[in-house]
């Protein structure tokens, strides 16, 4: 806009450099966006390993909260 305004060679290159930021700023939200998605990937990753830690420790508790069956000891009678 400023270059259609003020026809100088300073105004076209402002210009030009503000058109080069902004394909800058849009490059760098892209490369940041795949960065965002991954980690969200890698977060969905942990939020399931931590579920599968917790059953796993369910399971343990349970395990250790019964009472162990008297078994037959193995070997010859006297």
């Not at 969200?40 to 343990?60: A, G, R, T």
Request: hydrophobic share 35%; aromatic share 6%; proline share 3%.
């Amino acid at each position: 806009m400023l270059s259609s305004v003020i026809h100088s060679d300073q105004a076209i290159s402002v210009n030009i450099q503000i058109m080069r930021l902004f394909t800058q700023m849009r490059q760098w939200i892209l490369d940041h966006s795949e960065l965002q998605e991954k980690i969200q990937h890698l977060e969905q990753k942990v939020d399931n390993h931590d579920k599968n830690i917790e059953l796993v420790f369910s399971y343990l508790d349970e395990l250790s909260d019964t009472q162990p069956t008297t078994r037959k000891p193995i070997g010859y009678k006297n």
